[in-house]
């Protein structure tokens, strides 16, 4: 018997030092390989046994890195990473209405959001971000810019009541989100969420017809919920209840729900929530640089809610950066809730990639490094002299080593950014189209 | 008349893209340049001005990049950053008793203080910091590391009641303290504070002396002030006051007094600390890990009282980054007091650089560009694609950039780090002697 025919060919075997498989949860292994085939992950075995039993067509040794599955950013706004800095330390009343929303309402094209989408994709990239969930305008000019980049996208298909540059009203929003959803099925890097806005811009009948929708089509509906103590003011004043109450009565809270922000919540709410089974996209940077407030997310993680991280937009972040979110949801539920034991590193890793795929439904194929998941993957370097000692990678992860750290990004087994180089992304080229919107943003002043 | 002969020659002229020079306050200016000679800031002018004033035996061009004061890191422990990550997401008191402590009082030697200072100045570097404001045991130890890296300190004279490895009793601190002092008395870079540790580890009889020894020397007080709720209960159980009463009777409050921390205020403490001129190391990343607490900074503020930037040490941090301090100090006051133009970009620049020179007495030395002070200087690129659009260069440096953006960090005029590299430290000599004390380390576990 020839026990080598025996030994299967698989396309790739990466040894680091550490591998931080997401599950099991809270460990961390040593000597220990990740075999990848045909963009799944085939096998996590030691590294010795994993020399015996496949020959791999290529070999990546890591010393001194930690492989862990790719990060999942649970809300974004892609699109408007041309907004960067656009007008920072403002009210968030004057920011909307005599900033971004002038910007939008004069700028807002294919091109805009195609360009920005696309720098938004090497960003997200060089931060081992491998799936992002989006909201914005034109998801179809998104849906190019984030096929040629590589990466894994749930595309919101906005719902508002007001005119844009996109669509006339909440049928023609929906009518075209749904025919780009038609166009865009047979992508199996894309899928697709419904993305009404938020309370304040979405009538009761639209809500009514997107849980009617979301049941239909089996898709999770990504909704900005209780951002600002305004939003709850004024639902009160128009509606007689809290936003998340309406949402009861209407049928929106179920295990389909992405709430984006959630930082305003009472007990009772945040017992709604878990009741419902609903998940929480936490944005703290955003939430901050934005003055809402301070989501009490160890009390949301005592009930037993599951949240991902977003990064929101680059215009109130201002970097797509979940190594970030990471190290400011961990610091900001300890400092307001005054204790340094809530939500350890193990917990923000796990919000940064399970949890969010578990959100977007998308838990059975990302999120962890379970054989028979797609291999998305990202590689940080823990051996950079700044980062020493280390005693413990999970914690370097999340309070030491930063985005600048990461090295190699892989989305279903295939490498799309090594040394803050994207595979995929032209950067050269993405500069001119970012100069030329820049020079447009700045040679109209917003009046 | 030969005009030539008049030129004046001078060692350095830099002609960044943008300069902020923190005074006068608020702006930012391109096409100027910086003059160096002998040290010292000789003038800062529109660029082709300076071409015809001056001869530059060295030019240097940085397109892309804003020059601004070297950043000043008001709280420190450097010599522990061989325990960075050492324990982490633990209540206070049990990493106090059951980790830090033990740790160092087992390990606690000069080898261990200058090794770990070694690496804070050359981290420091890395992230455009030129001074620090010190507080840890053997500063004589740290003061070797200091010279070493070129870097500008002010080391704190510990004093505790209760004895170390370094000193048996708060009179025998002191002494030690002040031969210390005397000893590197003739160091330009190098200068001195009074670092009581904490109103619980610290004597009436002992703050007295302080008080008067600082008066007598004229140097600062450094201290750890209202960090924890259970500090100030504490003070009212022994003391019947809490602490900032205790020491405004003992005569502690004043223009000499850096209050590390000051998480705890309540309305009449604030004005308290700002009627006697007292400055306020805010560390918010170190507050928020140690599950301490939010500073009410817009209030601290908005009384106009003096506050700099402080990392803390590496075990509670893990980053010894003030882009990190300026970024969290931001969004953390506009979060938490629910208003989104709460402390600009600008006024966290200034934090970082002259509020901080100010807090230590260095202000006429250091801390903006101003022709007669220090050329302690930092430039940082804002010109890699991950960070575009730019639209406002302080709000990019504070909200998009990082440390990892720094290219070059001069004091008085001398080039110590560029592109990662600090020029005078032997970074595989440092590895090897963190390597020691990362086994010993791990080795002896700490029952």
Redesign the interface.
Known sequence: MNIANATPIIDLLIHPEWIIPIEPAGITLTDHALAVHDGRIVGLLPYREALQRYQAREKIELPGQVLLPGLVNLHAHAGMT?L?????????MT?LNEHIWPAEARHLSPDFVRTGTL?AC??ML?GGITTFNDMYFFPDAAAEAVQQSGMRAVLGLPVLEFPTRYAADADDYLSKGLAIRDTLSDNPLLSFCLAPHAPYTVSDRSFEKIAMLAAQLEIPIHLHLHET?HEITESIRQHGVRPIERLNKLGLLGPQLIAVHAVHLDAAEIDLLGHHGCHIAHCP?S????????TPLAAIHARGINFGLGTDSAAS???LDLFQEMR?A???A?????????L??HAMLAAATLNGARALGLDGQIGSLRPGKAADLCAVRLDD????????PA??LV??A?R?HVTHTWIAGKLQHKESIPIHID?SQ??TG??M??TR??ALPVT
């Open positions: 041309l960067r800095g656009y007008a920072d330390d403002l009210p968030l920011w720098l090497a960003e060089r103590r940077t939430n901050l640089k934005l003055g809402s407030g301070i972040n201002n970097r400011q961990a610091l900001l300890k400092g307001s809730s005054e204790d340094a034991a809530a350890n590193a002299w700044l980062l020493q000692p280390c005693f413990d914690s370097h309070y030491a930063g600048e950067v993405l500069l970012i100069r919107w820049h943003l700045t």
